[in-house]
């Protein structure tokens, strides 16, 4: 009896060992890792994914977002999009952030063709701006003219 026992005992100190050591390594594989995430809030522009990598490694920015009839500003740290504009990191950040886009709605002018046909029914333009240089590049066709 006193032989099981002491079987026992060792056994169960070794799974106890065993059990710390799996306990201590995924514990620090998870509080150790130096994944991050960077995040983008477009307001109802064109959607952007999240990038998650590991800190310090290299990546691509995303294209500006788009959003119908508005005029994308830039980036900021501040959801209300206050202070500064910031520009997006070519490096994972050391921690997870959010970059949220500002955009200002310009006043649009709309095109009637009358007949003919034109390659966008709207342009929109910043207030102020001088209705030749708004309507730069655009261009109309009319059959017979």
């Not at 929109?124 to 001088?130: F, I, V």
Request: contains cysteine.
């Amino acid at each position: 009896m006193r032989v099981l026992r002491k079987m026992f005992e060792a056994v169960t100190a070794s799974l106890f060992a065993v059990g710390l050591v799996l306990f201590l390594t995924l514990f620090c594989a998870a509080a150790c890792t130096s994944r991050v995430t960077v995040r983008f809030e477009t307001f109802g522009g064109t959607a952007i994914g999240a990038i998650t990598s590991e800190a310090g490694e290299e990546i691509d920015p995303p294209d500006p977002p788009e959003k119908e009839g508005w005029v994308f500003l830039g980036w900021y740290l501040d959801r209300a999009c206050e202070g500064e504009e910031v520009e997006l990191p070519t490096v994972m950040p050391s921690s997870s952030v959010t970059y949220y886009a500002k955009f200002a709605q310009y006043p649009a002018i709309t095109l009637d063709a009358e007949g003919g046909s034109t390659e966008t029914e709207r342009v929109y333009a910043e207030e102020g701006t001088p209705l030749l240089e708004a309507l730069e590049g655009v261009t109309a066709e009319k059959e017979g003219l």
